[in-house]
């Protein structure tokens, strides 16, 4: 009878100890209540609790959490309608606050960071709202974190994820676009021709130089032989056009005048007698 009873005890015992073993995982902290009143924290590991009169209230999950903003609309400052969402990323910093602080954590950072982001794209116009993200982002995240300090959390990072304008802004939008993209391919295309007007007339400008050089040198050689600049020039003119005909292909045959040389040469020495 008497070893019944101690074998009894035992088990019971057993039980008992093995309900107070409490192993808690590597991303979690565990709350632990006494008469319905905060005892301890339980850290990951190996832990025990008096399990009679001790129990496990909330499992917090440490790991950075994210939560999806919905889709909401807002008001900017000149009256544009606007579809808005976002997602905000968090940590549990101190699991006490985050369960006995606040009563559902995800929903209060949620409601906070929508009528907070109202309030900061309400004060901006529609073009500053569709540019202004970065801004968004930074003023969203201090206000939050500051908001979120006391249920012991901490907000890591906040992003506007889509910013989606009414059908008749987006459409005037994307023609504005257009317009000032074919605007800037007339403008690079006028300043184009004018670069290659300007090349063209600085070539021709460098060509006729050289030509007044090149005709200022023959005209001095001649002039130092008893020659005729004029002369020599049409004589030059008068050759090429007698080579652009040859090399024409509508004419085969090309006839000289028996006597050019002597024409030719009457000319300079006529010229030069003058």
Do not use: C, H
Not at 135 to 148: F, G, Q, R, S, W
Request: aromatic content about 6%.
């Amino acid at each position: 009878m008497e070893a019944g009873i101690v074998a009894a005890v035992a088990f019971i015992a057993l039980v008992l100890v093995l309900k107070g073993v409490r192993i808690v995982p590597q991303a979690e902290n565990w709350i632990v209540e006494r008469f319905g009143r905060y005892l301890v924290t339980l850290n990951p590991g190996l832990n025990l609790i008096n399990p009679l009169f001790s129990r496990v209230a909330q499992k917090v999950d440490i790991r950075e959490g994210v939560l999806d903003l919905p889709k909401q609309g807002i008001i900017t400052k000149d009256n544009a309608s606007l579809q808005v969402d976002g997602i905000v990323y968090f940590k549990i910093m101190d699991p006490y606050k985050s369960y006995y602080g606040i009563t559902n954590l995800r929903w209060a950072i949620q409601n906070i960071a929508q009528t907070t982001l109202r309030s900061i794209m309400g004060r901006m116009t529609l073009d500053e709202s569709l540019s202004s993200r970065e801004k968004i982002n930074a003023e969203l995240l201090i206000v939050l974190d500051e908001a979120t300090d006391a249920w012991g959390t901490k907000i890591t990072r906040v992003e506007i994820k889509d910013i989606q304008p009414p059908e008749d802004i987006t459409l005037a939008m994307t023609l504005q676009m257009k317009a000032e993209r074919e605007k800037r391919a007339r403008i690079l295309e006028a300043e184009a021709k004018l670069e290659a007007a300007q090349r063209e007339a600085d070539a021709r400008e460098r060509l006729a130089k050289a030509e007044a050089n090149a005709i200022q040198f023959v005209a001095e050689s001649l002039k130092s032989t008893g020659g005729d600049p004029l002369v020599y020039l049409l004589g030059q003119e008068y050759v090429k056009g007698l080579t652009k005909m040859s090399e024409s292909t509508n004419g085969k045959i090309v006839v000289l005048p028996a006597d050019i040389l002597e024409t030719l040469k009457s000319m300079f020495s006529s010229r030069g007698k003058g």
